[in-house]
C-alpha cells in the first residue's frame, strides 16, 4: 500500500470541514455517517477530535466520558484529539485541577489516548500520520465502521438505530421498545418519533431528512 492507498473515512459533520480537506490532499478521504467518533483511521483505531474549549464543555456537561466509553467500545485503539490553546488558557470558569483530574482519568481508567495540537492543520497531519501507520506500517485494512462486539442480536440492532444522527444508544433503545423493531423505527413519520421520550421536533426532523434525501455522490469521493 503506497500513500495514495491510505484512507481515511470522517464523520458526515467533519467532511466538509477544513480538516477533512487538507487530507484530501494527502490521502483518500471519504464521507460516511460515523457509529462514534469522527474519524476513523484503521479497523481498530478511531478518533475523536475536540477543541479545548469543547473539551472543557464537556466535562463541565458531562458528555465526556459517555462518549469515550462509546469510542473505546467501538475501537480496540480509541483516540482524543484535543485542538486549540491550552486547557489552562481558556476563559471557561472551571477549576484547574477538575481538569487534571478530567485529563487523568481519561488515560488512567478509560484507557483513551490523548494527542494535543495547535490548529487544524496539525490536527489533519497528525490524522494521516496515524492513518498511515496503521495501513501501511502495520497493514492495517479499515472497515467502514468498527469492529464493534455483539452479545446479541438487540445490541445489533440498538447499534443499526443508533447509526441515525443525534441518536445514541439509549435514544436507540429507546425508539425500539417504542415502534418493536428497526424498520418500523426507519419507517416512522416525523410526528411519531416525537411521541418517543427524548426525541423531539428537532431529532425526529434530522432523521427524517436524511432517510428521505436521496444519495448524492460527495465531493470528496474519487
Given at each position: 500500500?503506497?500513500?495514495?492507498?491510505?484512507?481515511?473515512?470522517?464523520?458526515?459533520?467533519?467532511?466538509?470541514?477544513s480538516i477533512a480537506l487538507m487530507l484530501a490532499k494527502k490521502c483518500?478521504?471519504?464521507?460516511?455517517?460515523?457509529?462514534?467518533g469522527d474519524y476513523q483511521l484503521s479497523e481498530r483505531m478511531g478518533a475523536?477530535?475536540?477543541?479545548?474549549?469543547?473539551?472543557?464543555s464537556s466535562i463541565m456537561d458531562g458528555r465526556l466520558f459517555r462518549q469515550l466509553h462509546e469510542l473505546k467500545a467501538e475501537f480496540e485503539i480509541p483516540i482524543l484529539i484535543i485542538?486549540?490553546?491550552?486547557?489552562?488558557?481558556?476563559?471557561?470558569?472551571i477549576h484547574p485541577n477538575a481538569i487534571r483530574g478530567a485529563v487523568a482519568a481519561v488515560v488512567a481508567d478509560v484507557r483513551v489516548g490523548m494527542i494535543w495540537t495547535k490548529n487544524p492543520s496539525e490536527t489533519a497531519d497528525m490524522l494521516f500520520a496515524l492513518a498511515k501507520r496503521e495501513q501501511v506500517a502495520e497493514k492495517r485494512g479499515i472497515a467502514i465502521r468498527g469492529k464493534a462486539k455483539f452479545l446479541s442480536e438487540n445490541q445489533q440492532q440498538e447499534f443499526v438505530v443508533a447509526g441515525l444522527p443525534k441518536i445514541s444508544t439509549l435514544?436507540?433503545?429507546?425508539?425500539?421498545?417504542?415502534?418493536?423493531?428497526?424498520e418500523a423505527v426507519f419507517t416512522a413519520d416525523e410526528e411519531?418519533?416525537?411521541?418517543?421520550?427524548?426525541?423531539?421536533?428537532?431529532?425526529?426532523?434530522?432523521v427524517?431528512?436524511?432517510l428521505e434525501r436521496k444519495y448524492e455522490k460527495s465531493i470528496l469521493e474519487d
Amino acid at each position: 500500500m503506497n500513500q495514495e492507498e491510505v484512507i481515511i473515512y470522517a464523520d458526515i459533520r467533519e467532511a466538509a470541514s477544513s480538516i477533512a480537506l487538507m487530507l484530501a490532499k494527502k490521502c483518500a478521504v471519504r464521507e460516511k455517517q460515523l457509529h462514534i467518533g469522527d474519524y476513523q483511521l484503521s479497523e481498530r483505531m478511531g478518533a475523536e477530535r475536540k477543541t479545548t474549549q469543547d473539551f472543557i464543555s464537556s466535562i463541565m456537561d458531562g458528555r465526556l466520558f459517555r462518549q469515550l466509553h462509546e469510542l473505546k467500545a467501538e475501537f480496540e485503539i480509541p483516540i482524543l484529539i484535543i485542538e486549540g490553546q491550552s486547557l489552562f488558557d481558556t476563559e471557561i470558569l472551571i477549576h484547574p485541577n477538575a481538569i487534571r483530574g478530567a485529563v487523568a482519568a481519561v488515560v488512567a481508567d478509560v484507557r483513551v489516548g490523548m494527542i494535543w495540537t495547535k490548529n487544524p492543520s496539525e490536527t489533519a497531519d497528525m490524522l494521516f500520520a496515524l492513518a498511515k501507520r496503521e495501513q501501511v506500517a502495520e497493514k492495517r485494512g479499515i472497515a467502514i465502521r468498527g469492529k464493534a462486539k455483539f452479545l446479541s442480536e438487540n445490541q445489533q440492532q440498538e447499534f443499526v438505530v443508533a447509526g441515525l444522527p443525534k441518536i445514541s444508544t439509549l435514544k436507540a433503545k429507546a425508539l425500539l421498545k417504542h415502534f418493536g423493531t428497526p424498520e418500523a423505527v426507519f419507517t416512522a413519520d416525523e410526528e411519531a418519533l416525537r411521541q418517543v421520550p427524548g426525541i423531539g421536533e428537532g431529532i425526529a426532523r434530522v432523521v427524517r431528512r436524511l432517510l428521505e434525501r436521496k444519495y448524492e455522490k460527495s465531493i470528496l469521493e474519487d
